[in-house]
């Protein structure tokens, strides 16, 4: 089983998920006991299986299999829970629900300590908060987990010198190095991002891992968007888009957000890809880059914001002219006070405003509450 799973794990370096999910399948199959069942170790294959799915967009089915997964793990070899919770988090966030994704992350940063085995889990958890956090807007704690990375004289593996010899520690670093890009271009600086993408790209390249060839593309193609270069955005990008489209990538695109939705819709309707960047922008949750479909709060008379508060974000708001503090909001709606504070921070972008006050006032206005 476990060779299986090596297997598996090859297949996804090398961008191909549908025979990595073949090999997962088999997988699951041959880790059975004497009467039938399903052994702790089938956990693995499980949460990898659910990774796919996860990238294929699959999201119901994606979390089912991580929580029978979970739940494999229960009794015996909980230190794989780790990587469990860490995919179980990014379903949550893709669905929208962040406190759900904060919850599965705090379960896998709660793993890692516990399980004080390698450094490497606490590199790949940290990692993975430090997406979420940028994902919720919170520039300023991603910048502090950067900081971090860069004091860090424990990480950076050598790159591997011949195919076959990538440890886990250099697929890591190249994680964070991507998202250490991610940040630089949040914080405006897509010159420096494209100099630390360009620096990892041709490992990749050299050694087939074509995964990694079309998440570095991807950003890429963002720096060029933000430097104001549209032609070298899509030089790069529908390159990236041909190696993607025939093994079905669908988050590696929608988990970037906004920018990438403006890049596909650069894309010329007469592309070879256009059909494929037509579905991915079809997946994207609607938002300000899709101005022919803005929606409206579901609430007659309301006037429509050019970002719509979210479920959880009304929920909050309906609290907010209350003598609740945050903290109090947070325990009234069964979130992390972290997470009140974050729909209270998008709370005041999307209406304007900049105090509590202001909020409710606006709000009012707005036909809100």
Known sequence: ?????????????????????????????????????????VARA?????????????????????QDGLELTKEALAFW??????????????????????????????????FDVTDLDDRT???????????????????RWAARLLEDDRGMARPPQQPGQMAGWYVVHELEQLHVARLNLAQGQPEAARDLLQ????????????????????????????SGDETRALDTLEPALALAEPEGYMRLFLDEGPAMARLLQLIPPDSPV??????LLAAFT?????????????AAGRRALPDPLSQREMDVLRLLPTHLTSTEIAAELSISP???????????????VHTRAEAVAQARQLDLI
């Open 1 to 41: 089983m476990l060779s299986l799973y090596s297997l598996a794990r090859v297949r996804v370096q090398q961008g191909r998920l549908h025979a990595a999910h073949d090999y997962l399948s088999r997988a699951l199959s041959t880790g059975r006991d004497g009467r039938g069942r399903p052994l702790p170790i």
């Open 46 to 66: 499980l949460t990898s299986l659910a990774d796919i799915n996860r990238e294929w967009n699959n999201l119901s089915e994606a979390s089912r299999l991580v």
């Open 81 to 114: 829970s780790i990587g469990g919770y860490v995919i179980l988090s990014q379903i949550r966030q893709a669905e929208g629900d962040m406190a759900a994704a904060q919850a599965a992350m705090d379960a896998a940063c709660e793993l890692a300590v516990r």
């Open 125 to 143: 958890v940290a990692l993975y908060q430090a997406r979420l956090w940028l994902a919720q807007g919170n520039i300023e704690e991603t910048g």
């Open 199 to 226: 620096q990892l790209r041709p490992a990749a390249e050299n050694h087939r891992r074509t995964g990694s060839v079309i998440a570095l593309d991807l950003l890429l193609a963002q720096t060029w968007l933000a």
């Open 274 to 279: 256009a059909g494929y960047a037509g579905r």
């Open 286 to 298: 609607p938002g300000p880059f899709q101005a022919d479909r803005l929606t409206t709060q579901p």
């Open 338 to 352: 972290n997470t009140a504070r974050f729909h209270i921070k998008n709370i005041y972008s999307k209406l304007a």
